[in-house]
């Protein structure tokens, strides 16, 4: 069974170090800054997310399920990505299914860190079609 997450005051202060690499560009390739503005308050919410690169395309998954950045993006429609200088409006396509799925399990490959949070392995084709239902997927389109 997969677990739920927590934000520890470990992951915490990771996400504090992660954020302050990122502001100055130093992080891996896949890692962003995303910026979502909230759908109630009006107030910019950011959080550090990693991206997967699939067939010339991007994608943003939600590896602890449907948490806040990911019910202030999809009425928004669009999120702010930043490394560095570098930033970026990108518009949001969530995907569903069959779609989906190929991009968690690439996901899934790419961060051992989020282990935990799915029920499916690598080689579970079927497994990774329910998970879509868990972990919201979106393709990112500039």
């Known amino acids: ?4 997450y927590r934000l520890t005051w470990l992951r915490r202060a990771g996400n504090v170090l992660i954020t302050a690499a990122l502001k100055v560009g130093i992080a891996p390739q896949n890692l962003r800054l995303l910026t979502v503005r909230g759908r109630k308050s009006g107030r910019e919410y950011t959080t550090p997310v990693n991206l997967v690169h699939r067939e010339d395309a991007w994608y ?4 602890y399920g449907e948490g806040g950045w990911v019910r202030n993006a999809r009425p928004a429609g669009e999120v702010t990505l930043r490394k560095g200088r570098n930033s970026r409006v990108h518009r949001l396509d969530e995907l ?4 989906a799925a190929p991009v968690l399990a690439d996901y899934y ?7 935990t949070y799915f029920d499916a392995s690598p080689e579970e084709g079927e497994a990774w079609l329910r998970e879509t239902a868990r972990h919201p997927v979106f393709r990112l389109t500039p």
């Open 1 to 4: 069974m997969a677990r739920s």
């Open 60 to 63: 943003l998954v939600a590896p």
């Open 96 to 99: 569903q299914g069959a779609e």
């Open 109 to 115: 490959r790419q961060n051992a860190i989020t282990h």
